[in-house]
């Protein structure tokens, strides 16, 4: 069964940064196709923010792009988002996904971020 676990969500005021880990247990990494972060925000849906393959390109969500980054340990079975200059708008529950080979797709429990001063 696979678990994934992230960590590392709080309260960081505007132009602070966080770094988001998502612990994957269960299946090894180099069987995920892909691997993601989302957020979603009170009354709004469920967005990607970044996303990276098994080879390791990504993609990111424009509102982001250069201010997070995403990477993954493969040897840790971990995921990461580097989160820098932290908005208000970048509050939300961010969520860890991964999509294997098989089809199968799992979610994470999610983690709080909030921005505020």
């Not at 090894?28 to 970044?50: H, T």
């Amino acid at each position: 069964q696979v678990q994934l676990v992230e960590s590392g969500g709080g309260l960081v005021q505007p132009g602070g940064s966080l770094r988001l880990s998502c612990a994957a247990s269960g299946r090894s990494m180099f069987s995920i196709l892909r691997m993601g972060w989302y957020r979603q925000a009170p009354g709004k849906q469920r967005d990607l923010v970044a996303a990276i393959t098994g080879g390791g390109s990504t993609n990111y969500a424009d509102s982001v792009k250069g201010r997070f980054t995403i990477s993954k340990d493969n040897a840790k079975n971990t995921l990461y988002l580097q989160m820098n200059s932290l908005k208000p708008e970048d509050t939300a529950v961010y969520y860890c996904n991964a999509y294997y080979t098989d089809g199968r797709t799992y979610w994470g429990q999610g983690t709080q971020v909030t921005v505020s001063s």
